[in-house]
């Protein structure tokens, strides 16, 4: 029974090495990485990726898929949701980085299968919403340079946090994580944390600015 770690990294500053010590420092012992660079999760399913889609074949009754958090997996609802379950029914256990969360075809008890079947499906409608939400800031911040151009253009101060960082604080921050452990998963600061909390479109916009 082997244990697989999946890495999806849709931009140059994230690094598949920075989710593998992550998933180290949980305490997971790899035997093998699959990884896809440059790959978006919101356009592209896991079947369509060039590695994502080996995973199907790899995979046996009895392996463990480690993912840093379900949008690893994707960010479309249906897509996440399909593909968790397909491999549950292949006899995978699917486990998370972030949070510790472990989904498995074990149980025969109709209401743990509903209690499992519902926070998949919160999962993975978290991880559409927090890319539809990045896209919105995105396209905000594109309007905004376009009435601007020719002008002198203010972005304001750098953020102290990259796209990868900001994804992960976002993603436990919905989950109720506490600022603590958000702290420990992204290495920023609490104050930070806090404000990425009480005003995700403006930091998700400076992001935007900066990285235009």
Known sequence: MAVIF???????????????????????????????????????????????????DILRSGDTLVVRWVDRLGRNYADVCDTIRQFMRQGVVIRTVINGLTFDGATRDPMQQAVRDALIAFMAATAQANAEAMKEAQRGGIA????????????GRKPSFSKEQ?????????????????????????????RIRDDRAA???????WQG
């Open 6 to 56: 999946y890495a999806r990294v849709s931009t140059a500053e994230q690094t598949i090495e920075h989710q593998r010590q992550q998933a180290e420092a949980a305490g997971f012992k790899i035997d093998r990485i699959v990884a896809d660079h440059g790959v978006s999760g919101i356009t592209t399913s896991l079947a369509d990726r060039p590695e994502g889609r080996r995973l199907f």
């Open 144 to 155: 905004l340079a376009r009435s601007t151009e020719g002008e002198i253009k203010y972005r």
């Open 166 to 194: 900001f994804s992960i604080a976002c993603d436990m921050l919905d989950l109720s994580a506490g600022i603590g452990e958000i702290v420990s998963a992204t290495g920023l600061s609490r104050q930070t944390i806090y």
């Open 203 to 209: 930091a998700a916009g400076a992001l935007m600015r």
